[in-house]
Structure formats: structure tokens, C-alpha cells
């Protein structure tokens, strides 16, 4: 199993900038395929971003070119770095698991473990 605990949520204006990090506990980081996925007020949880074998990434549209996906294995942590930030990108965050293969998932039912979250709130 895999623990994972996310943090680096705040409030920012739009056009800012957040660094999320998730740092995973308990199993070979190695092993588990990474993803962030986002739950707004009254909207169902979405896929945001995954790296598949720490090579492959693969981000939802409204993210592209502004979001990047990353990891660092020695820390067993993964980031998401999130520019130009708009009031749409509000949401609770998660951090999320699966074990290999990962096929660059990004459904929520695909994944076996999630952090608690952690909240980004853009005004305008």
C-alpha cells in the first residue's frame, strides 16, 4: 500500500502561480503510477494531470500549457506546478495512485489511493 499526503494549496489571484507537492509513503514509488486529479463545489472529481513511467505525461485540455506534472523519486514526491491560474481552476486537489501499468490513466476509478487533498481557491 501507499500513503500519500498532499500540501501547497492557498489562495492566489488570477494569473498566479501554486506548486502542489504529494509525498508518498510506504511502498516503492517506482511501483505506482502518479496523478493529480481536482473536485470542484458540485462538480465530479476530474483527471488533472499523470506521468506514465516518468516519461510519458498527459494533461486535460484546460491544463495544457499552463500545468506541469513532475516527480522526484529520491523523494518519492510529486509535484504539480500550476501557472496563469484562473477562477475556473478552483478546486480541492488530490493526489492519487495506481500500481503499473499505468496506460496514462486518468480515471478516477482506476486509482486505489488518495490523499486527503488540498485546496486551491483562484479569485479574480
Known amino acids: 500500500q501507499v500513503q500519500l499526503v498532499e500540501s501547497g494549496g492557498g489562495s492566489v489571484q488570477s494569473g498566479g502561480s501554486l506548486r502542489l507537492s504529494c509525498a508518498a509513503s510506504?511502498?516503492?514509488?517506482?511501483?505506482?503510477?502518479m496523478a493529480w486529479f481536482r473536485q470542484a463545489p458540485g462538480k465530479e472529481r476530474e483527471g488533472v494531470a499523470t506521468?506514465?513511467?516518468?516519461?510519458?505525461?498527459r494533461y486535460i485540455d484546460s491544463v495544457k500549457g499552463r500545468f506541469t506534472i513532475s516527480q522526484d523519486n529520491a523523494k518519492n514526491t510529486l509535484y504539480l506546478q500550476m501557472s496563469r491560474l484562473t477562477p475556473e481552476d478552483t478546486a480541492m486537489y488530490y493526489c492519487?495512485?495506481?500500481?503499473?501499468?499505468?496506460?496514462?490513466?486518468?480515471?478516477?476509478?482506476?486509482?486505489?489511493?488518495w490523499g486527503q487533498g488540498t485546496q486551491v481557491t483562484v479569485s479574480s
Open positions: 510506504g511502498s516503492n514509488f517506482r511501483d505506482y503510477c
Open positions: 492519487a495512485a495506481k500500481p503499473t501499468p499505468c496506460y496514462a490513466s486518468l480515471i478516477v476509478e482506476n486509482y486505489n489511493y
Open positions: 506521468r506514465d513511467s516518468g516519461v510519458v505525461t
